[in-house]
Nanobody, 116 residues
Framework: QVQLVESGGGLVQPGGSLRLSCVASGVIFRSYHMGWYRQAPGKQREFIATIGSGGTTNYAHSVKGRFTISRDNAKNMVYLQMNSLKPEDTAVYSC??????????WGQGTQVTVSS
């Protein structure tokens, strides 16, 4: 079965940095587009960033210039480097792999808490 497992979340102070990782199994990784979403308490799941199978990236306006998505096809991994973190970045961050809206998979999520 397809499995996505995130790691790297934790507690950081405002202005700090974290690097999230997601490893995929059960898929032909290089064929899939990859992305990161987040969901804060009381809010809907929010798009953060995607990276296409060809390397094209897209970012939400709220994180552009602070977050960077990347992938390593040889390791079946996708990363999210998060800099200049703000309290409003606090959320559960989830990794997704997709070919289209008709075929997509999700990880279990990792908690990121930004607090002083």
């Amino acid at each position: 079965q397809v499995q996505l497992v995130e790691s790297g979340g934790g507690l950081v102070q405002p202005g700090g940095s974290l690097r999230l990782s997601c490893v995929a199994s059960g898929v032909i990784f290089r064929s899939y587009h990859m992305g990161w979403y987040r969901q804060a308490p009381g809010k809907q799941r929010e798009f953060i960033a995607t990276i296409g199978s060809g390397g094209t990236t897209n970012y939400a306006h709220s994180v552009k210039g602070r977050f960077t998505i990347s992938r390593d096809n040889a390791k079946n991994m996708v990363y999210l480097q998060m800099n200049s973190l703000k309290p409003e970045d606090t959320a559960v961050y989830s990794c997704t792999a997709f070919l289209s809206s008709a075929e997509n998979y999700w990880g279990q999520g990792t908690q990121v808490t930004v607090s002083s």
